[in-house]
């Protein structure tokens, strides 16, 4: 992967949301990097704009990350048919 062809497609407040984005935008096969603000990491801050966390997608993936954060964002994806199947048969607990 070459960090000279993603784009920030999201900022969030904090890991754990980021986390989240992360999870939902690679259910769909985007490769996602996560770029926490780093001075947030050394003073440990994880609210304000020193928390903030870039979510980064190839070039490529910005139009369709755009749309699925857009969705996501608007309530669209509430349901499990809205969701990419990923083998879902062979999940077991």
Known sequence: MDPKRFKCVYTTSGMPSA??????LES???PVI?????????YGLTVGPLG???ILVE???VERAN???RQY???ELSSEE????NNAEDFTL
């Open 19 to 24: 986390e989240m984005i992360r999870m939902l």
């Open 82 to 85: 809205d969701l990419p199947d």
């Open 28 to 30: 769909y096969d985007i």
């Open 73 to 75: 964002e608007q309530g």
């Open 59 to 61: 070039e490529e993936d």
């Open 34 to 42: 996560i770029v926490p603000e780093s001075a947030g990491i050394a």
């Open 52 to 54: 903030s966390v870039d």
């Open 67 to 69: 749309e699925i954060l």
